[in-house]
């Protein structure tokens, strides 16, 4: 019998814990932490992800402001808007929706962020952080996983974790993490010539590639615990993970749901990093 891991309701936990700092913050400087999100251009999805943005902001009692863009806005302009913001008292987080439009280096963008706003933990300093001690402001939705896991009960210390995907935003932080937590890590991508030999090992699999259902269950070590970052649409609208849920589940030992799992736990810690951010800026 595996362990469903409720992303949901531990999200909610970790809002529980940051309205609480979140009120302390409010009392005690006479005005709310504030997330500056910003969008440019009309993509469907980045619209959906920006109104539960704001929403979760609401639950916690952080100010929320969206500062929206066309899709011709030149990457020069969108830099200049960043360093106003950086340079605003009254904005503690910046987080600039991805993808940007066409023409815009994201890089030279997420660079332009001030590391002590950096509520994505994107920027290349709050990286080179991470591969050290460990930053102040880490990426949301490795350290929700990382949340997910400990909540669970996962033994991390010595344990086997794979890591399917190696982007910078979020494979590589959490392979980082994980590290960090002693595990030995392997990482897959798209070159790896035998990844099913790998995840039979694995007693941890995180997987961040993007494939629907890719991983099944036969691919699994009996009683390994799976975090499936993927969302995936499929043609009829619906939205699945990486993880085929219905074999993995009869094999492995707890497995987080898509939708339910590592989503709300990377807009709880947005709001997170917002908390903490402001508590640096007025430390
Ligand atoms: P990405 O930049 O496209 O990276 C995907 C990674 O998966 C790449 O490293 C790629 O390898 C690897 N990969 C692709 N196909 C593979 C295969 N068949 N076997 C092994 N590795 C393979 O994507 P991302 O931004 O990291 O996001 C990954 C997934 O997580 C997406 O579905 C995204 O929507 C989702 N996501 C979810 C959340 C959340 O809050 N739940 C947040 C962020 C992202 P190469 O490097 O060799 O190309």
């Not at 302390?24 to 109104?51: H, M, Q, W």
Request: hydrophobic share 45%; net charge neutral; proline share 5%.
């Amino acid at each position: 019998m595996y362990t469903l891991i409720d992303g949901k309701e531990i999200a909610r936990q970790v809002r529980a814990d940051v309205k609480v700092r979140v009120k302390a913050f409010t009392e005690k400087y006479g005005k709310a932490p504030a997330l500056c999100v910003i969008l440019a251009g009309d993509n469907p999805a980045s619209k959906v992800y920006v109104a539960s943005k704001e929403k979760a902001c609401g639950w916690v009692g952080i100010r929320s402001v969206a500062k929206k863009f066309s899709a011709d806005i030149t990457e020069k302009e969108l830099i200049e808007e960043i360093q106003k913001l950086n340079q605003d008292p009254d904005i503690n987080g910046i987080l600039v929706q991805l993808p940007l439009p066409k023409g815009i280096n994201e890089e030279n963008v997420l660079r332009a962020v001030a590391p002590e706003k950096d509520v994505d933990g994107f920027h290349p300093m709050n990286a080179g952080e991470l591969m050290r001690a460990g930053a102040m402001l880490e990426p949301c939705t490795p350290a929700g996983c990382i949340e997910l896991l400990k909540r669970a009960g996962v033994e991390l210390s010595g344990a086997n974790a794979v890591v399917i995907g190696r982007s910078n935003i979020v494979g590589k932080p959490i392979a980082m993490m994980l590290l960090r937590e002693n595990c030995t890590v392997t990482i897959c991508h798209s070159k790896t010539k035998n990844m099913k030999d790998i995840l039979k090992n694995a007693d941890i699999i995180v997987s961040a590639m993007g494939r629907p259902r890719a991983v099944t269950g036969d691919m699994l070590k009996d009683g390994a615990a799976v975090i499936d970052v993927g969302i995936n649409r499929l043609e009829d609208g619906s939205i699945v993970g990486d993880v085929d849920f219905e074999s993995a589940a009869k094999v492995c030992g707890a497995i987080t749901p898509v939708p339910g799992g590592v989503g709300p736990m990377t807009i709880a810690f947005l709001m997170k990093n917002t908390m903490t951010a402001a508590e640096m800026q007025n430390a």
